[in-house]
């Protein structure tokens, strides 16, 4: 259900201005290069918004100058809350979305400094406007800002970014996080569909 929620959100502002590559939740990735091993955050639901890709890829969300923009959701926790309506479930998923721009790219020189305040701010209008949002299986969905990190170098620590990626953390280039706070509710009927599943792969 998480990545469900994320995905939620991610297509709530994936028309917000600067945002390039976009995904829902991301997931640490471990990989061998050069006989040291590298982590590195990987999302199945990446949007590429460009002019030769536009669905949903399996790609690295690593900073990049050839990017305008990389963001996507970290799961943090989730925890059982009570129900505000007749639905059984009810939980609270906290998530950090995480935005890096390459201001070069993003805008004009006399005002580009400023873009990353203002597409925060437009990110948390846009998600925090008071709607409870919903689909087939969730309802009552409703955010709230949990905390605005600090910026810092440690919004990346996590990763194993070498000086070719951590040369992108430095100004012309910004970043900025947003924790949040989704509560949602779910219908017991979601637990009782029925599925099949495929007979066991032979040995």
């Known amino acids: ?14 028309d917000i201005a600067g945002i390039h590559k976009i995904s829902g939740n991301v997931y640490t990735v471990k990989k061998s290069m050069n006989g040291e091993e590298k982590k590195m955050p990987v999302s199945d639901t990446a949007l590429v918004l460009n002019c030769e890709e536009t669905g949903e890829l399996e790609v690295a969300m690593i900073p990049d100058s050839d990017y305008q923009s990389v963001s996507y959701f970290e799961p943090i926790s989730t925890r059982k809350v009570s129900a505000i309506s007749n639905y059984d479930c009810a939980f609270s998923v906290r998530l950090r979305y995480v935005w890096w721009g390459n201001l070069p790219l993003l805008g004009e020189a006399d005002n580009v400094r400023m873009l990353p305040a203002l597409i925060q701010a437009n990110i948390i209008k846009m998600l925090c406007d008071g709607e409870y949002l919903s689909d087939e299986y969730m309802r009552s969905v409703k955010i709230e800002v949990s905390d605005i990190p600090v910026k810092s170098e440690a919004l990346f620590s996590k990763y194993s970014y ?3 990626v951590t040369q992108y ?4 280039y910004a970043y900025f996080a947003i924790d949040f706070e989704v509560y949602f509710e779910i219908s017991d009927k979601c637990f009782s569909i029925d599925y099949t599943l495929n007979p066991p792969l032979p040995c």
């Open 1 to 14: 259900m998480i990545d469900k929620i994320s995905l939620i959100l991610r297509d709530k502002i994936k």
């Open 169 to 172: 953390l430095k100004s012309p």
């Open 162 to 164: 070498n000086e070719l």
